[in-house]
């Protein structure tokens, strides 16, 4: 005899990866966009994104804050990006300061901001504004000493 059909779903395993996320070029999103796992734009988000992990594809585009863990753009950005790992490729262009640990900008890159390193990059906390009691400083400014 067999078993009537279960509505009950299964619960995701502890230990497992979210499933990757993909936002197709057809797609707009107006509004905030949170996941934990990694996440492939080709279309466009009007608002902030959090994600694990982002590759952004030629024809993606964000017009918000992104804080991820590690961001790849090759497409628009209008806004800050906050990330442990950044990386610009040639065909990226970015209007907003860009937070990072490690950073890498391929030639032809555009970006219309500032880039700073600091160590914490996802605490959206502090500011751009330069102050000794800040962790960040952006890469083209000399920290002052107390002698200056």
Do not use: W
């Not at 499933?19 to 197709?24: A, D, F």
């Not at 952004?56 to 800050?80: K, L, Q, W």
């Not at 880039?115 to 906390?125: I, L, R, V």
């Amino acid at each position: 005899m067999k078993k009537p059909a279960s509505n009950n779903s299964q619960p995701p395993r502890p230990n497992s990866a979210p499933t990757p996320s993909i936002i197709g070029s057809d797609v707009q999103i107006e509004g905030n966009v949170h996941t934990v796992g990694e996440l492939q734009l080709d279309g466009t988000i009007k608002g902030d994104l959090t994600c694990g992990g982002m590759v952004m594809g030629e024809s993606g585009a964000v017009n918000g804050t992104i804080v991820a863990d590690s961001v790849t753009i090759r497409g628009t950005v209008n806004g800050e990006i906050r990330a442990r790992s950044v990386r610009l490729e040639k065909s990226a262009v970015v209007e907003g300061d860009v937070y990072h640990e490690s950073l890498s900008v391929e030639a032809g890159a555009k970006l219309t901001g500032r880039f700073a390193h600091t160590s914490n990059p996802k605490d959206g906390k502090t500011t751009a504004v330069s102050s000794p009691a800040l962790d960040e400083t952006p890469s083209f400014v000399a920290k002052k000493t107390a002698a200056e």
